[in-house]
């Protein structure tokens, strides 16, 4: 039985539970230590459990905890390279956790079998997972990406539950308060996905036959839930794709965990 949880997901903070019957991961831990756990005890998962930390890139609403809650409880990190130098940089590495390179066959982890592949962001160097579980489900996270290349989407093709960015409102990024250079970094291909990118990626994933899908990593000040959510409902609606029958969708967020049963 395959478990997903969103625990955290905005540009405030991110963290994820991927969990099987032998346990589970994580993917960032973008929050602090005492939030992760107190998230993790609401989901009835103890950090005994959690088996290794998946690390996507170096921003602080990624990594914010790692250090502290890998040191406390011994938790295995993988990551990138380039993310890896930048997090030893940063001072976030110590000799009371390992962290290492992940590699690009992927990992063994709580029986559950965890690949990397590129994304697409202004880091080090940035990472999506995907999550095969013993039960031969598929989970993906895909966040943090300017755009959804041919080999993003060739990985998170086939997905039974995806995780998917829609940071941005178009019309809102543009008219809102962000310095004019900040707006373009969003909209540039080392960006974020908008609501309307992520719909388009969502539309082919339901298509092959991906039926849960969460909606994350919204901005606050760019964006709302209802938005996200209508942009993708809306792209669904195109080719005739049922809410509760062909697919299940929710808006993760801060404070508001759910978990999904696969």
Not at 13 to 26: A, D, E, R, V, W
Not at 37 to 66: M, P, Q, R, W, Y
């Amino acid at each position: 039985m395959a478990r997903f949880s969103s625990l955290f997901s905005s540009s405030s903070g991110n963290c994820t539970f991927i969990g099987s019957g032998t346990g589970g991961i994580l993917v960032d831990v973008g929050v602090s230590a005492k939030q992760a756990l107190a998230a993790l005890d609401c989901i009835g998962v103890d950090i005994a459990d959690i088996g290794a930390i998946f690390v996507t890139h170096e921003h602080s609403d990624h990594i914010k905890g790692l250090r502290a809650l890998a040191s406390k409880n011994n938790i295995q990190v993988y990551t990138s390279a380039g993310t890896m130098q930048k997090l030893e940089e940063g001072g976030k590495l110590c000799n009371k956790f390992t962290c290492s390179v992940i590699p690009e066959d992927g990992v063994e982890c709580r029986g559950m079998f965890v690949r990397p592949f590129r994304t697409s962001h202004d880091c080090a160097e940035s990472l999506g997972f995907t999550v095969e579980t013993p039960d031969e489900r598929k989970i993906s996270v895909l966040t943090d990406t300017g755009f959804v290349s041919d080999e993003m989407y060739h990985a998170v093709s086939g997905s039974d539950l995806i995780l998917a960015e829609s940071n941005h409102d178009i019309g809102m990024l543009r008219n809102g308060p962000y310095t004019y250079p900040l707006k373009r970094r969003i909209l540039s291909d080392v960006g974020h996905l908008s609501n309307i990118a992520c719909s388009e990626l969502v539309k082919k994933l339901v298509e092959e036959g991906t039926t849960r899908i969460v909606l994350g990593h919204l901005s606050k000040e760019n964006n709302m839930p209802i938005l996200a959510y209508e942009t993708s409902r809306g792209a669904l609606a195109e080719i005739n794709a049922k809410e509760n029958e062909d697919y299940m969708m929710y808006v993760a967020g801060q404070g508001d965990v759910r978990t999904v049963v696969l």
